[in-house]
C-alpha cells in the first residue's frame, strides 16, 4: 500500500464541490480538509502497490470538475 498526500488549488467557489465529489467518487480517499495557503484542500490516499501515481492524479484526480491545480506527495514512513 503507498500513501500520498494531494494539495488541490480549487477554481473560485469550488472547494466545498471539489471535496464532496472527491469523497463520493474515489474510494482510495482516506480523508479530506480545507486549509488555508496557497492551496484550497488536501487528501489523504491510499493506493494499491501496482497502482501509479501519475495515472492515478492525473486522470482520477486532476479531472475533478473545480479542480486547478494539485501538488503531490508521496509518504514514506508513519509514525505514532
Known amino acids: 500500500m503507498k500513501t500520498i498526500f ?7 467557489g469550488k472547494a466545498y464541490g471539489v471535496a464532496d465529489e472527491l469523497v ?5 480517499i482516506s ?4 486549509t488555508s495557503g496557497n492551496y484550497d484542500l488536501i487528501a489523504k490516499f491510499y493506493l494499491e ?6 495515472h492515478f492524479v492525473t486522470e482520477r484526480l486532476q479531472t475533478v ?9 508521496v509518504a514514506f514512513k508513519a509514525f505514532g
Open 6 to 12: 494531494v494539495q488541490f488549488k480549487c477554481r473560485p
Open 31 to 34: 480523508e479530506v480538509y480545507s
Open 65 to 73: 470538475d473545480g479542480v486547478a491545480d494539485t501538488f503531490t506527495l
Open 49 to 54: 502497490d501496482e497502482q501509479d501515481i501519475g
Open 24 to 28: 463520493q467518487d474515489v474510494p482510495e
